[in-house]
T-cell receptor, first 112, second 111 residues
Framework: DTGVSQDPRHKITKRGQNVTFRCDPI?????LYWYRQTLGQGPEFLTY????????KSRLLSDRFSAERPKGSFSTLEIQRTEQGDSAMYLC??????????FGPGTRLTVL | RKEVEQDPGPFNVPEGATVAFNCTYS??????FFWYRQDCRKEPKLLMS???SGNEDGRFTAQLNRASQYISLLIRDSKLSDSATYLC????????????FGAGTRLFVKA
């Protein structure tokens, strides 16, 4: 257990529904990342927060995706109007002063 | 061309073997480099950072060649527990704003 938690661990939804995932980073870490991982691929960078500021956002993050970190602690990732192609593992990682990222267990999304 | 490329494997080796993985990256502005390990259906975990001078941690040795934009990982005396996917990771820019993972190399160590 790295100290990063994600909720829920699994989510099954129907196409067109909205979903929201939560990440709680290690408490003293001010940097937070979201990634998406599909089978046989490495994690793909989605977005990066330093404290509450979203400093980097991948082109992979379409208009249907939004992420927030309102108080610089936990973060949420919302996907609107889900599509079958959104099915993946969504990983959150936090980082303190070192370069090491600590990953949460992920949320596995299945869109039917 | 992918920003970080790895041989997907799988590498099937017997216990006690030495195995080497390679990784190339395309962005010369890459600042820091890592190897992560990912077990099946688990999250990635840091194995080791990679420094220009090369570094060793027990049975694991990592090397970086900035001129060739190439990173390597050597595992000596392989154990059954080394079976996993090894991910090459590159941070772009200072502060690691954007992190690029390779697709991973699968390793199976057999008794």
């Amino acid at each position: 257990d790295t100290g990063v938690s994600q909720d829920p661990r699994h989510k099954i939804t129907k196409r067109g529904q909205n979903v929201t995932f939560r990440c709680d980073p290690i408490s003293e870490h001010n940097r937070l990342y979201w990634y998406r991982q599909t089978l046989g691929q490495g994690p793909e960078f989605l977005t990066y927060f330093q404290n509450e500021a979203q400093l980097e956002k991948s082109r992979l993050l379409s208009d249907r995706f939004s992420a927030e970190r309102p108080k610089g602690s936990f973060s949420t990732l919302e996907i609107q109007r889900t599509e079958q192609g959104d099915s993946a593992m969504y990983l959150c990682a936090s980082r303190g002063r070192s370069d090491t990222q600590y990953f949460g267990p992920g949320t596995r999304l299945t869109v039917l | 061309r992918k920003e970080v490329e790895q041989d997907p494997g799988p590498f099937n080796v017997p216990e006690g073997a030495t195995v080497a993985f390679n990784c190339t990256y395309s962005n010369s502005a890459s600042q820091s480099f890592f190897w992560y390990r990912q077990d099946c259906r688990k999250e990635p975990k840091l194995l080791m950072s990679v420094y220009s001078s090369g570094n060793e941690d027990g049975r694991f040795t990592a090397q970086l060649n900035r001129a060739s934009q190439y990173i390597s990982l050597l595992i000596r005396d392989s154990k059954l527990s080394d079976s996993a996917t090894y991910l090459c990771v590159v941070n772009l820019g200072t502060g690691g704003f954007k992190t690029i993972f390779g697709a991973g190399t699968r390793l199976f160590v057999k008794a």
